[in-house]
């Protein structure tokens, strides 16, 4: 390891022409920052990840990159999705730069927690992630709601960092082992855990964002939970199996049951119990069905090994660099 690591901040941007003019110039001023005070080595730079944006955001970035060598942008050839869009930076990053530090360009996560975050690194961790200490500034609902889901997600087997988003930085060791991981239903807060790597997290309070409106609305919150959960983990097919198992006890004692009514001679027209147990059974019958299915359209993904971003444009290498 050397002492001054090259950072790379790794931005994903989907329609963020409101923001990114107000963001990136404070993203280029921490970059200054921490090079002036010898943290970081001064060939250091933001690289922006265009995530198939309809808006200006790529125009932002083109001149964003002609106004200073500190600021580079990669474009997807069309919208994939924040994992996406984080995943293809890392990967364009992890070559030339020592650490990289992936976070949202809305201005929510605390630039300073970088600070923190690089003499975690210089101290010998290769993963540090970005905790939320509180989240006062959200509506009840968006808290509620993502605080369930981090508790579903740890119900459900995936080893998640509780209150962790995607602002982490790591390093290039864990990007090479990052690169082997070669899923295509991708969930990074899920994956990173399991690379391994002395890890450790630093606290920073969430504010809200600068300009522009979410782009995770409740529905794609629980998209996002579904594909974690299904990508990390099978308890769900073990539920079903268990369930499956006490529906048949269930069963055995009932067949009892109606051998023994039948044989003292007591049955009765019983309809209605009949109706109800067959409703109950299709119901969870096709519950375990679509659930076993959702898991089999995972597997029918991965085989087709699609690949996982494509980058159409690269903002041009300053020359200075493209001698060396
Ligand atoms: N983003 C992206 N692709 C998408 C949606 C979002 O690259 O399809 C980026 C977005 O530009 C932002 C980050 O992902 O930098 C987080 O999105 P957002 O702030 O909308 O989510 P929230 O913070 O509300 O969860
Ligand atoms: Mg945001």
């Given amino acids: 390891m050397r002492n001054t690591p090259i950072?790379?901040?790794?931005?994903?941007?989907y329609n963020e022409q409101d923001v990114l003019p107000i963001t990136a110039p404070l993203f280029g001023q921490k970059?200054?920052?921490?090079?002036?005070?010898?943290?970081?080595?001064?060939?250091?730079?933001?690289?922006?990840?265009?995530?198939?944006?309809?808006?200006?955001?790529?125009?932002?970035?083109?001149?964003?990159?002609?106004?200073?060598?500190r600021y580079t942008g990669i474009s997807q050839s069309r919208n994939r999705g924040h994992q996406n869009a984080v995943l293809a930076g890392l990967m364009e990053a992890k070559d030339s730069c020592d650490i990289t530090i992936s976070i949202d360009c809305d201005g929510q996560d605390d630039l300073n927690a970088m600070d923190?975050?690089?003499?975690?690194?210089?101290?010998?961790c290769e993963v540090v992630y970005g905790v939320r200490s509180k989240r006062d500034r959200d509506s009840f609902f968006k808290r509620f709601t993502a605080e369930s889901f981090y508790r579903l997600l740890n119900w459900m087997g995936?080893?998640?960092?509780?209150?962790?988003?995607?602002?982490?930085?790591?390093?290039?060791?864990?990007?090479?082992?990052?690169?082997?991981?070669?899923?295509?239903?991708?969930?990074?807060?899920?994956?990173?855990?399991?690379v391994g790597f002395k890890s450790t997290s630093v606290y920073y309070e969430r504010a809200e964002r600068i300009a522009g409106k979410s782009h995770y609305p409740l529905r794609k919150m629980l998209a996002l939970a579904?594909?974690?959960?299904?990508?990390?983990?099978?308890?769900p097919m073990h539920?079903?199996?268990?369930?499956?198992?006490?529906?048949?006890?269930?069963?055995?004692?009932?067949?009892?049951?109606?051998?023994v009514e039948a044989l003292l001679g007591s049955t009765v027209v019983g309809w209605a119990s009949i109706v109800c147990i067959v409703c109950f059974m299709g119901g969870i019958q096709l519950l375990c069905l679509g659930v076993i299915g959702e898991y089999i359209g995972k597997i029918y993904l991965e085989t087709k090994r699609r690949p996982r971003y494509i980058i159409s444009d690269r903002t041009p290498a300053p020359e200075s660099d493209a001698e060396e």
């Fill in 7 to 13: 950072l790379t901040i790794v931005v994903p941007c």
């Fill in 158 to 194: 995936a080893e998640v960092v509780f209150n962790h988003a995607d602002y982490r930085l790591l390093s290039s060791r864990v990007l090479q082992e990052l690169a082997k991981f070669e899923e295509v239903n991708i969930f990074l807060r899920g994956m990173v855990p399991l």
């Fill in 31 to 69: 970059l200054a920052d921490l090079a002036a005070r010898g943290k970081i080595d001064p060939a250091s730079r933001v690289l922006f990840v265009n995530d198939g944006s309809r808006d200006q955001t790529w125009e932002i970035i083109c001149a964003l990159a002609q106004q200073s060598p």
């Fill in 116 to 124: 923190e975050m690089v003499d975690a690194y210089l101290d010998g």
């Fill in 226 to 235: 579904f594909d974690g959960i299904t990508s990390l983990s099978v308890k």
């Fill in 239 to 259: 539920m079903i199996s268990a369930l499956g198992v006490l529906i048949a006890l269930i069963s055995f004692v009932g067949i009892v049951w109606a051998a």
